[in-house]
């Protein structure tokens, strides 16, 4: 701790040392710094058993202990009745919290969360103090001051600088900040203890907090209070295997999916080779992901089904590289199937690239299997045509119904997981929302393709 940081801390300089009974002592600010773990608490028992309290605890001139919390406890365990303690005098609370602060983060081996969590309320302490310092100045009918915390001088001190301050990125200490204002206690204690990493818990919160955002716009879609409804777009909450038996037979053009990959939900390539079979008009396309490891399998499953193997198509994607271990290979890209219900129809001189390089990584914030928007645009693009229906059985956070609303497809998503199906709708409340803002005509997009936004009467 240096000169300046100390003087920051407290009023004066000097103290006085002096013998204290431990039955006097309160630990008023044993909540501000944090605990040892049971390993770090017994080798300090240990060393205090052989070798005493070494270094005399910090009080104010009202007992409270200021640092020293676990060595008086500790000798008031063992049977110690006094400590040598140092008393230090503050001309206010803030600047004793401050100094407690300090101390411990000049004292104590911290994990870079911990060292963030003394930061933030240092910080806090220090914008409080220069608050009042600036209202202190303040004559009759001024006006009261506004202070930041992402202020410079006395109104507080940046980002960049408490990063400094603590040996920690501005970015690794912003994230930890917005852990600590918005995590849930569990998330802290992992922190805490060392369990979890800043970066993961933060993609974690940031992602639940994008999730939330969009369950609450999904209440506003199609509400009457809007004012308007959708042409050509619906949502259904459910099982596909019952939701899809209202569709009529012969009415899909294309259907673009990605069901789930275990083992245990293999099964469903079989119902979703029959669905396609009855609601596919003659020559339209079936688009599936699928994983490697089951690739035949599902072949055999749609060809039973009565459909026709059309190709194979490699999605590419850089970044990390999942690890099939039972085969000891490094997966760089995945598959796409690609069947038709009878001859394909004519693709009107379009020829499809059966290696796509998709978007890597894909965002995952809103469901941990999504998958990028760059495949389903691009061959519901040159499979189909503005105003044919697309179908995914499978919509999860709603990437299909996105590519589908951009090229001007009609669409039916079916998705059986509650939260999924309400972040899907609110990803679609965003679009309407936004297609609303640009223009009342409701154009967008990729093509100059049209979504259209039907006025309720």
């Given amino acids: 701790?240096?000169?300046?940081?100390?003087?920051?801390?407290?009023?004066?300089?000097?103290?006085?040392?002096?013998?204290?009974?431990?039955?006097?002592?309160?630990?008023?600010?044993?909540?501000?710094?944090?605990?040892?773990?049971?390993?770090?608490?017994?080798?300090?028992?240990?060393?205090?058993?052989?070798?005493?309290?070494?270094?005399?605890?910090?009080?104010?001139?009202?007992?409270?202990?200021?640092?020293?919390?676990?060595?008086?406890?500790?000798?008031?365990?063992?049977?110690?009745?006094?400590?040598?303690?140092?008393?230090?005098?503050?001309?206010?609370?803030?600047?004793?919290?401050?100094?407690?602060?300090?101390?411990?983060?000049?004292?104590?081996?911290?994990?870079?969360?911990?060292?963030?969590?003394?930061?933030?309320?240092?910080?806090?302490?220090?914008?409080?103090?220069?608050?009042?310092?600036?209202?202190?100045?303040?004559?009759?009918?001024?006006?009261?001051?506004?202070?930041?915390h992402d202020t410079t001088g006395e109104t507080?001190?940046?980002?960049?600088?408490?990063?400094?301050?603590?040996?920690?990125?501005?970015?690794?200490?912003?994230?930890?900040?917005?852990?600590?204002?918005y995590g849930d206690q569990p998330t802290i204690e992992r922190l805490r203890s060392g369990r979890s990493k800043i970066g993961k818990e933060h993609n974690k919160l940031m992602s639940k907090i994008r999730q939330q955002e969009l369950r609450d716009k999904s209440r506003t879609i199609l509400e009457p209070d809007l004012g308007f409804g959708i042409d050509n777009l619906?949502?259904?909450?459910?099982?596909?295997?019952?939701?899809?038996?209202?569709?009529?037979?012969?009415?899909i053009d294309i259907i673009f999916t990605d069901p789930p990959y275990a083992l245990e939900y293999l099964s469903l390539y079989r119902d979703l080779g029959e669905l396609a079979m009855r609601v596919l008009k003659d020559g339209s396309s079936l688009i599936t992901y699928v994983g490697h490891h089951v690739v035949s399998e599902v072949i055999g499953y749609l060809r039973q089904a009565g459909l026709e193997y059309v190709w194979l198509i490699a999605i590419k994607q850089s970044g990390p590289k999942a690890k099939i271990f039972k085969n000891n290979i490094h997966v760089n890209w995945k598959p796409l199937l690609w069947f038709s219900k009878g001859s394909r129809a004519e693709n009107k001189g379009n020829v499809i690239?059966?290696?796509?390089?998709?978007?890597?990584?894909?965002?995952?914030?809103?469901?941990?299997?999504?998958?990028?928007?760059?495949?389903?645009?691009?061959?519901?693009?040159?499979?189909?045509?503005?105003?044919?229906?697309?179908?995914?059985?499978?919509?999860?956070?709603?990437?299909?119904?996105?590519?589908?609303?951009?090229?001007?497809?009609?669409?039916?998503?079916?998705?059986?997981?509650?939260?999924?199906?309400?972040?899907?709708?609110?990803?679609i409340a965003e679009k309407i929302e936004m297609l609303k803002n640009n223009n009342d005509a409701a154009t967008t997009s990729a093509d100059s393709s049209l979504i259209t936004i039907k006025k309720e009467k």
């Fill in 1 to 148: 701790m240096t000169q300046e940081q100390y003087q920051n801390g407290i009023q004066d300089l000097s103290f006085v040392t002096k013998t204290v009974k431990l039955s006097d002592l309160v630990f008023k600010y044993e909540g501000l710094v944090h605990d040892l773990s049971l390993q770090e608490y017994q080798a300090l028992k240990s060393s205090i058993i052989k070798n005493g309290v070494q270094i005399p605890i910090e009080i104010n001139d009202k007992n409270e202990v200021l640092d020293g919390n676990h060595r008086a406890k500790i000798a008031k365990e063992i049977g110690f009745k006094h400590i040598e303690a140092r008393v230090h005098i503050f001309s206010d609370e803030l600047r004793e919290k401050i100094f407690a602060i300090d101390m411990n983060l000049k004292r104590r081996h911290l994990n870079d969360f911990q060292k963030a969590e003394l930061f933030i309320d240092r910080d806090r302490f220090e914008t409080e103090l220069a608050r009042q310092r600036s209202q202190s100045n303040l004559k009759v009918g001024d006006k009261l001051p506004t202070v930041s």
């Fill in 156 to 181: 507080g001190r940046t980002r960049d600088k408490i990063a400094k301050e603590s040996g920690l990125s501005p970015s690794t200490y912003s994230r930890a900040k917005k852990i600590v204002e």
């Fill in 234 to 251: 619906q949502l259904i909450h459910g099982d596909f295997r019952e939701k899809c038996k209202t569709i009529p037979d012969n009415s």
């Fill in 353 to 427: 690239n059966d290696l796509i390089e998709s978007e890597s990584p894909p965002d995952k914030s809103l469901h941990e299997w999504a998958q990028s928007t760059v495949e389903a645009k691009y061959l519901i693009k040159y499979l189909t045509v503005e105003g044919q229906t697309v179908l995914d059985p499978f919509m999860g956070s709603g990437t299909t119904v996105i590519a589908a609303m951009n090229l001007g497809r009609k669409f039916i998503g079916i998705e059986i997981d509650e939260n999924r199906f309400n972040v899907a709708r609110g990803r």
